[in-house]
Every structure is written in C-alpha cells, then in structure tokens.
C-alpha cells in the first residue's frame, strides 16, 4: 500500500534505548523482522512482516536519553511544510520543525492542543506502510484525549476530515463514552471517492490516571489477541486493558518492557452488532 491521502496514517515508529531488545519483544510478539539499521540515519531500522516494511525503531538522538519510549503515528501530508504552518495556526505547536530526510522525504513531529503528540509525513521514496490491516501490520489508531473538543477542532482545520460521532450503546461500558471517527475521501483502497475512516477519537475518563498524558494509541493486527498477551507479559511487558470483546476484533492495550504502549487486536474475532453513527 502506497496511496496515502492527507491525514491518513501512513507510518509508525519509536525511540527505544535498549533496541537490541525492542526488536527482540517484537519479534516475538508481533512476528516482524528487521533490516539494517542505517547509520547515517541515527541507526533508524526498519521492521517488515512478511517481508513487507511495517514500521521502525531508532535509538534516542543525541541529548534525548531521558524521553520515554513511546510509538509515534505519523499522518501523510502532499506539504508538510504548508501542513505545519495549519498546525500552528490552529493551537498545536512544533516539536520538530519540517525537515528532510534524505530522498526518503520529509517530516516535523507535532502536539495538538490537548498534549497528543504525532508525525507529519509527505512521502519520498519512502511511501509508508507497505502492509496495512493485516496481521502483523498496523490498522488503526486512537487519539485519546481529555480535551475532546479543543483535539477535535484542531484535527478538522489541520487535516481534510469529516466527522462521525458514535452512539452510545445499551451497556454499562459504553455509558458516558464520548467518541468520534474521522474520515478521509479516497485512496489506499477508497474508490469512487468514498469516505473512509482512518482515525478515532476517545475522550479520557475518571479510569485513566492523572499523570497519563494524552496520546494516541495504535493498533497493531495479530492472529490471536490473548496469545499475545500473554508473549507480552511472559517478555516483560504489562497489560493495562482487557483483552476484550468488540464488533471491531477482540483487543487488549498493552505496554512494552521499555514503557512504549501499543495495543493488538484480531479482527477476525468479533462480537455483537457495529454501533451506529452520526455525522456531525
């Protein structure tokens, strides 16, 4: 897959200090192996499942040892120099201004205006996943937030969305729940000019701790939910949800030994009807 239009996911990667022993976890837990790590790039290397490039791992830049591991999601920009000025302009703010990256393309890193922080990507030669929405790839991605509104307004005048809020359902869990689907027009599969929904929006309640800072949370595809769970905690990693049943897939958040979260979820296990949604 190398058709990203504007706003759409179209890469993942994370800052780990002991990457011998990030590729080892994932490896195991989500079946990827590894290139070379380029040195002239801050020793980035790249993952690949099934032989296809799913996402990387970079060791802490010079000066950066003391920020936490964690995934970054970036979103795919045709400007990413026009793409961050709308950042600014509307209330997020710059961590890395737009920069290039050899012939691969180009990038600057970003914070919405409730503390989320995500990557601008406007492709080179480097398009993006080569594999999405299967097994060992990614597939979707969560902006959680205790901001709603200010993130929501944000991600509509940054990136060409439509919006979509889902109806509360008839249990327990879904009382109070606050959550939204953005959408973009086409491409990577969208034909005809269809929306398709590449984006969710969760607002953070009381069950979230204080000191948990708003992020996104990207999913990765596995054949068997609680299978990798259970590879997680055996290597060193925690649970922090489920694993649990939906209309989407059976999933479970997770968090890696070195603190970087991510969740998995198996699409083929689903249960119960597909919430409805209304445009908003």
């Not at 002239?40 to 802490?60: I, L, M, R």
């Not at 922080?117 to 902006?143: L, M, R, T």
């Not at 060193?236 to 997770?254: E, I, K, N």
Request: proline share 8%; glycine share 12%.
């Amino acid at each position: 897959m190398t058709d990203f239009p504007e706003g759409a996911p179209c890469w993942a990667d994370a800052m780990f200090k002991d990457v011998e022993g990030a590729k080892r976890f994932y490896g195991e837990v989500l079946g990827w192996t590894f290139g070379e790590a380029s040195s002239e790039y801050g020793n980035y290397t790249q993952a690949y499942s099934d032989g296809k490039a799913v996402a990387a791992v970079v060791p802490p830049m010079p000066g950066s040892d003391d920020m936490p591991s964690a995934w970054c999601l970036y979103l795919a920009s045709p400007d990413v120099a026009a793409t961050a000025e709308k950042i600014k302009a509307a209330g997020g703010r710059l961590l890395m201004e737009p920069m290039q990256v050899g012939t691969f393309g180009s990038m600057a890193l970003a914070q919405e205006p409730s503390g989320a922080v995500f990557g601008v990507w406007q492709p080179g030669d480097h398009k993006g996943f080569e594999k999405i929405g299967e097994n060992g790839s990614y597939c979707w991605a969560e902006v959680f937030t205790r901001e709603p509104g200010a993130a929501d307004d944000f991600l509509k005048r940054v990136f060409p969305y439509t919006a979509q809020t889902m109806e509360a359902g008839d249990g327990p869990e879904a009382a109070g729940m606050d959550f939204k689907v953005f959408s973009v027009t086409g491409g990577g599969g969208g034909e005809g000019g269809e929306d398709r929904p590449v984006l969710g929006r969760m607002k953070m309640d009381q069950d979230f701790p204080p000191e948990v800072p708003p992020y996104i949370q990207i999913y990765f595809a596995v054949p068997d939910c609680d299978e990798a769970v259970s590879k997680t905690q055996k290597l060193g990693g925690r649970l922090q949800f489920g694993p649990m049943d939906s209309p989407f897939g059976r999933f479970a958040a997770l968090t890696d030994p070195q603190g970087a979260a991510f969740a998995v979820i198996d699409m083929s296990t689903t249960v119960g009807e597909m919430p409805s949604m209304s445009a908003d």
